[in-house]
């Protein structure tokens, strides 16, 4: 449904085209157009002030006055706080005005005067002096005159033995382009089939330039023919081979060597050796290294792992009440490292050990750290005091840290409190494991050549024909 708003507007569109019409000047008839569609019957019903229009193709127009316009003006504003350089002022209704202001003045240009200039110092031929305001003027100067140039034809002579062309220009020296002298005449050239004969004993070709030497270009002998076969065993290849027949010529072999002998692998399960560490006997050893199968013990004041300069002094076994219980100690109470390593310097797993305390010494904390070809790799720390009393009761401690598996030293620094002074912790059941702990195979490998007096061929890795061995531990 249109509302009085949309109708004004279809009316003012309508008077806006009237007007745009009649200031058209009238041209020429056009044809008649078609005949329009029928139009339709409208109807006007006013319900409570409201006029609507109805027509008889549905559509409805609601027909209502519009809301008044505001006025609007515009007048000239002149130079002041709203437009410094002038303008207009446009105002709408009550509203408050808006301004279209002047643009300040640019500054003047500068006059240019273009005058003829005659030939002087400026410009030696003349020219044109462009003069800019009062700047310094600028020459656009004449070039000097060029010189005419003729090309015309040479006949033979002592300039051009052929003749050629003379090229002049201006009155300088001529320069000449000229005729080559005539070549001599070719040679007719002829190429001919050559019987198989004197010249080519299996034919060609025959070539004959002008009446010069004949040259000829022979085809070469036929080749003999190559065959190849399988040779076998016998007194030209002992194992059998290849022949090559070249024509009538000699045959040649290409020989298969002897076989060679069969690489052999033998295999052999193999266990761990794990060991418990402990000492038995009350004894004294000053100043030294103990040897307890394949390790060795010792106690230093500095951390001395590979080559210890100065071992202290330890017991082994025990000292008063605990005199009948087996564990090592030091002699000396600020010793601070005890050092247990292989005796080799062979990888080892170190698994657990006991501690023990016979004189209530005040341990505060006890670090353990693993070692391997001189580099510390591991390290981890107990808290707390090692229980004390008499009879000696051992404590133990199982490491966790996975370097201690592969280690071949591991270092005891047991702590007091200032984390410098040592203390004289026992040691017991040191277990540790080499070889294979979880077992594992060794793998014996050679070839089977009857070497060192073995008898070859007979599928036996034998000790003669050994070239190496490895063990391959499980995991």
Not at 225 to 240: H, K, L, M, N, T
Not at 281 to 297: K, L, N, P, S, V
Not at 418 to 428: A, E, Q, S, V
Request: aromatic content about 6%; hydrophobic content about 35%.
């Amino acid at each position: 449904m249109r509302t009085r708003e949309d109708n004004q507007g279809m009316y003012e569109m309508t008077l806006l085209a009237a007007a745009l019409l009649s200031a058209c000047a009238p041209g020429q008839a056009g044809q008649a157009g078609p005949a329009g569609k029928d139009g339709s019957s409208c109807s006007i019903e006013e319900v409570g002030g409201v006029k609507t229009l109805t027509c008889s193709d549905g559509s409805t127009f609601v027909l209502a006055n519009g809301s008044d316009g505001q006025s609007a003006t515009l007048t000239a504003e002149p130079a002041g706080p709203n437009c410094a350089h002038g303008g207009v002022r446009a105002q709408v209704g009550a509203g408050a005005p808006s301004f279209v202001c002047h643009g300040a003045d640019g500054a003047d240009g500068q006059s240019a005067v273009v005058t003829t200039e005659a030939a002087g110092s400026n410009c030696a031929r003349g020219g044109v002096k462009v003069q800019v305001g009062a700047s310094a003027p600028t020459y656009v100067c004449d070039g000097a005159d060029g010189q005419s140039a003729s090309i015309t034809a040479e006949a033979a002579g002592p300039n051009c033995a052929e003749g050629g062309v003379k090229v002049q220009v201006g009155s300088g020296a001529p320069a000449y382009v000229c005729t080559g002298a005539a070549g001599s005449d070719g040679q007719s050239a002829s190429v001919a089939a050559e019987p198989a004969g004197a010249n080519c004993a299996a034919g060609g070709v025959k070539i004959q330039v002008g009446t010069g030497a004949i040259a000829y270009v022979c085809d070469g002998a036929a080749g003999a023919s190559a065959a190849i076969s399988v040779e076998g065993p016998g007194a030209d290849c002992p194992f059998g081979g290849v022949k090559l027949q070249v024509g009538a010529g000699a045959p040649t072999f290409a020989c298969n060597g002897a076989n060679g002998s069969n690489a052999l692998i033998a295999s052999t399960a193999v266990t761990g050796d794990t060991q418990t560490i402990t000492f038995d006997g009350a004894d004294t050893i000053a100043g030294g290294i103990r040897t307890m199968r394949a390790f060795q013990i010792y106690e230093t004041a500095a951390l001395e792992v590979v080559s210890p300069t100065s071992p202290a002094a330890m017991y082994v076994g025990g000292a008063g009440s605990n005199a009948a219980t087996n564990y090592c100690r030091p002699n000396d109470n600020t010793i601070a490292h005890y050092v247990v390593r292989t005796a080799d310097g062979s990888e080892a797993r170190w698994t657990s050990l006991k501690l023990g305390d016979d004189g209530n010494w005040p341990t505060a904390y006890i670090d353990f750290m693993a070692y391997k070809n001189g580099a510390q790799t591991g390290t981890e720390r107990r808290m707390g005091d090692v229980p004390w009393g008499y009879p000696l009761t051992l404590t133990p401690y199982s490491f966790a840290d996975p370097a201690f598996g592969d280690a071949d030293a591991i270092v005891i620094a047991p702590r007091q409190a200032d984390g410098l002074t040592g203390t004289p912790i026992g040691l017991d059941d040191i277990v540790v494991s080499t070889g294979c702990v979880n077992g594992g195979y060794e793998y014996r490998f050679g070839v089977d050549d009857g070497a060192g007096g073995g008898t070859a061929g007979n599928g036996v890795l034998e000790a003669g024909e050994e070239r190496g061995r490895n063990t391959i531990c499980k995991p």
